[in-house]
Structure formats: structure tokens, C-alpha cells
């Protein structure tokens, strides 16, 4: 395998087929290789590793995996793109697989079939859903390895968010009460074709050991009804869930607190009492 064989210039490859960054799916090209591959360095050596990439559009990050010697598939539902990725797929024999689809309706697990990290520039429109999805379920560890992902810069400091701070909310919870996630780079808006109109980060998310007892289901109804209504004191945000109050006093946790002030460890214990009162 040539890990450098000749490539032309990503912006190059987009004049080449046409290709503009569709709003509609959220898209913005980054063009810069030695960005490109800084990202795939993030999760370690990926030589021979499966790797899925969701959104890869014309292979700007998809070429620097692919020259990190990981095996990558790729879902992309734009078709234009396709052309593109085609090409790279006969510049890396063997090395890269493109799926035309929505990465949403699409089970990755059975895609993949065998441990797998994935990297991504998400689309902005899916990329917090995609994001959930893959710290959902009661299935854990998961089948990924590592997320490496570029989200909106606001939503990246919400993923790894600390309690008290007015980014802290649900998905800072899910992203760390069974796995670690921490910002690995800040990327400025002129990276991209076309610039969007807010700064962009990578965060790197890998899984650990699930706390015993708890559901996944439960945390992530709790977690959604307490920030669902933040404003509000526990007593009043999670009178909709069964039991929630018996388990605030169990737990010892202040009705009148809100929720932004919980830690994710005292939710992992509200969520590991609700199940017994259930």
C-alpha cells in the first residue's frame, strides 16, 4: 500500500465535479491537508483499523484517514459527491468503502461488524442527533472505539461542559457518565469553503466502564426532563417522571435545586435509584 499516492488538491478535486457546499445538508468543505490530517491523528494509529466516517462530501478528511492507513466506510447522501469519492477509493485499493444513504436511518454496528472508530466533520443539521445516538443504549461498551468529531464550537463546549456553567446541560451528562470527552482542538471558521459564521471544534470522546446499576433509558429521561425545563427546581422539572421525587429524597439531593447544579455523578445515582422504586 502507497500511504501518499498523488493526489490533486481537494479544492481542485471540487471544481473538478461541480461540487458547492449544500446548506440543505449542512455542509462546509475544509480544504487544508495538514488540518486534515492533524484530526485523523487524534485517535491514535489507525493502520488496518475500521474506521466510519459519516458526511465525508468531496474526502477532504477522508484522504488523510485513508493516509493513516485506516479502512474506512463512508455514508454520504449527497450523490454529487460520489464521483469524488470514488476516486479515492481507486487511489487507496481496498482502503475505502462508500455507502449512499442517511447515516440516520442506517445501523452502524451492522455495517461495520467489528470494532470501529469514528471520525467526522458531522453535517451541523444531524450532528447532535448522530452524536446521541452513539452515547445511547444499554449496550455498553459500545462497538465504537472513539468518536473524533467537528461540531459548532458551542456545541463541542456543551459536550464537555461542567456543572455550574451555563453550557452544562444534557448532553454534557450523556457524553460523560460512561465515557470521556474532552475538546481536542478549536478550528477557525476560514478553514472551511464556505466560512460559517461560527467557530467549529473537534471533540474526541472514548468509552469507560459503565456505573452498575444504572440504566441508560432511565438517565436519559431524567437527564431530559430536568433540562428540559432548567429554569425550573427539580420538584417542579421532574414531577412528570414516577418516583423522581421519592428518589430525590432518597438520594439526599434538594428539590430546590435546578438542575444545571447536579453533577453527572449525583444523576448517576438518581437514575440508579429510580430504577429500584420502578
Known amino acids: 500500500m502507497n500511504p501518499n499516492p498523488p493526489l490533486p488538491p481537494i479544492r481542485d478535486v471540487i471544481n473538478r465535479h461541480g461540487l458547492s457546499a449544500s446548506k440543505a445538508l449542512g455542509q462546509n468543505f475544509l480544504l487544508d491537508e495538514q488540518l486534515l490530517d492533524r484530526i485523523a491523528a487524534i485517535p491514535g494509529d489507525l493502520a488496518g483499523h475500521p474506521v466510519l466516517e459519516v458526511g465525508p462530501g468531496p474526502g477532504g478528511l477522508t484522504r488523510a484517514i485513508l493516509r493513516a492507513g485506516g479502512k474506512v466506510t463512508a455514508i454520504e447522501m449527497d450523490r454529487r459527491c460520489l464521483p469524488a469519492l470514488e476516486e479515492l477509493s481507486a487511489a487507496f485499493p481496498g482502503q475505502l468503502s462508500v455507502i449512499e444513504g442517511d447515516a440516520m436511518k442506517i445501523d452502524h454496528a451492522q455495517t461495520m461488524g467489528a470494532p470501529y472508530a469514528v471520525i467526522a466533520n458531522l453535517p451541523y443539521n444531524v450532528g447532535t442527533a448522530l452524536f446521541v445516538r452513539w452515547l445511547s443504549g444499554e449496550q455498553w461498551p459500545p462497538q465504537w472505539t472513539s468518536l473524533t468529531l467537528m461540531f459548532q464550537l458551542e456545541v463541542a463546549q456543551r459536550i464537555v461542559a461542567q456543572p455550574g456553567t451555563g453550557a452544562y446541560g444534557r448532553l454534557a451528562v450523556l457524553a460523560q457518565w460512561r465515557s470521556d470527552a474532552k475538546l481536542a482542538m478549536k478550528v477557525h471558521r476560514s478553514a472551511f469553503t464556505p466560512p460559517p459564521k461560527v467557530m467549529s471544534a473537534i471533540v474526541h470522546v472514548t468509552p469507560k466502564a459503565q456505573p452498575e446499576g444504572v440504566s441508560a433509558r432511565l438517565l436519559e429521561r431524567v437527564t431530559e426532563a430536568a433540562f428540559g425545563q432548567r429554569r425550573k427546581m427539580l420538584r417542579q422539572?421532574?414531577?412528570?417522571?414516577?418516583?423522581?421525587?421519592?428518589?430525590?429524597?432518597?438520594?439526599?439531593?434538594?428539590?430546590?435545586?435546578?438542575?444545571?447544579?447536579?453533577?453527572?455523578?449525583?444523576?448517576?445515582?438518581l437514575a440508579r435509584t429510580l430504577g429500584t422504586l420502578g
Open 237 to 269: 422539572s421532574l414531577k412528570g417522571v414516577p418516583h423522581a421525587l421519592d428518589a430525590l429524597d432518597i438520594v439526599g439531593i434538594d428539590p430546590q435545586r435546578r438542575a444545571e447544579t447536579l453533577s453527572v455523578d449525583e444523576f448517576v445515582v
